[in-house]
């Protein structure tokens, strides 16, 4: 059954409409006025209420001369925006995925994370960041770039109204060194102190609770105040969003499942404690 709201692609076509806009410092009405395009047709277009036609995507790049990389991208998102689960494959090309992660991040009411390798993206301090993106091979330039993003994204959990973020994590990411001793001393002991506060739930799963189905990988549910819930799954050279409710409710199922499997809040911050040492 397909949802009846925003789609993954929807909103990261949104989202890029927005930001190519502000980035040359055109106000809606502006481009409004230069396009003749009804204002009510391109704000909703930019807050992915409606679909925009892809000739009118393509109008509105062509007038704010964006270049072609960016055009080919977002005219992508145009063509599939209406396809209720999106796949984006090309890892060249990071801000189409990366624009819908953070589109979502800043919309969602709360966050869902499981993470069985490695401590997720929103709690990790910059130094577990760029050891990670160093270890991916990643050039030094786009390295720097990626760790300016993610810290950015991470605002969303102490902005005025935060984000509710539950984290469930593997011991053995815990237990895993991403750096050396001192990064990861550095890290759990910033677990610690992101556990404690209100909006966020850090559980960990012990690592010997035998096979899980969560062992096959990480995922991130997204829950919105009105809109249907997106699953993100994320692997090296791909990421797939799925916003089909049948897909939403085995990744539900799977949430109680790793939930029955966490040590509970004080007992994981115990287990953090005793790594740090």
């Given at each position: 059954m397909k949802p009846t709201s925003s789609s993954p692609g929807l909103r990261a076509l949104s989202a890029s409409l927005r930001e190519?806009?502000?980035?040359?410092?055109?106000?809606?009405?502006?481009?409004?006025?230069?396009?003749?395009?009804?204002?009510?047709?391109?704000?909703?277009?930019?807050l992915g209420l409606r679909v925009p036609p892809v000739e009118e995507v393509a109008r509105i790049l062509g007038y704010l001369r964006v270049d072609?990389?960016?055009?080919?991208?977002?005219l992508f998102l145009a063509t599939h925006a209406k396809e209720p689960n999106w796949l984006?494959?090309?890892?060249?090309d990071l801000p189409a995925a990366l624009t819908a992660v953070m589109q979502c991040e800043r919309t969602a009411s709360q966050i869902t994370n499981w993470s069985p390798l490695v401590i997720p993206g929103l709690l990790q301090t910059p130094d577990y960041a760029r050891a990670l993106l160093t270890a991916s091979e990643i050039k030094p330039a786009e390295a720097d770039a990626r760790l300016v993003v993610r810290l950015e994204r991470q605002r969303i959990l102490?902005?005025?109204?935060?984000?509710?973020?539950?984290a469930i994590i593997s011991e053995l990411a815990i237990r895993e060194v991403v750096?050396?001793?001192d990064i990861m001393s550095d890290q759990i002991d910033h677990l610690l102190t992101s556990a404690v506060t209100s909006n966020i739930s850090v559980r960990v799963v012990p690592a010997d609770?035998?096979?899980?189905?969560?062992?096959?990988?990480?995922?991130?549910?997204?829950?919105?105040?009105?809109?249907?819930?997106?699953?993100l799954l994320e692997h090296v050279y791909a990421s797939a969003f799925l916003n089909e409710l049948e897909a939403i409710s085995g990744y539900r199922k799977l949430?109680?499942?790793?939930?029955?499997?966490?040590?509970?809040?004080?007992?994981?911050?115990?287990?953090?404690?005793?790594?740090?040492?």
């Open positions: 190519v806009r502000e980035a040359r410092k055109f106000g809606l009405r502006e481009l409004v006025r230069a396009l003749e395009i009804d204002p009510r047709l391109l704000s909703q277009w930019e072609r990389a960016t055009t080919e991208r977002i984006d494959s090309n890892p060249a102490s902005r005025r109204n935060p984000v509710r973020l539950q750096g050396n001793e609770v035998g096979y899980h189905h969560g062992k096959l990988g990480m995922f991130t549910l997204y829950d919105f105040p009105t809109d249907p819930s997106i699953v949430v109680k499942l790793l939930q029955g499997k966490a040590l509970a809040e004080d007992a994981s911050q115990a287990l953090l404690r005793e790594a740090a040492r």
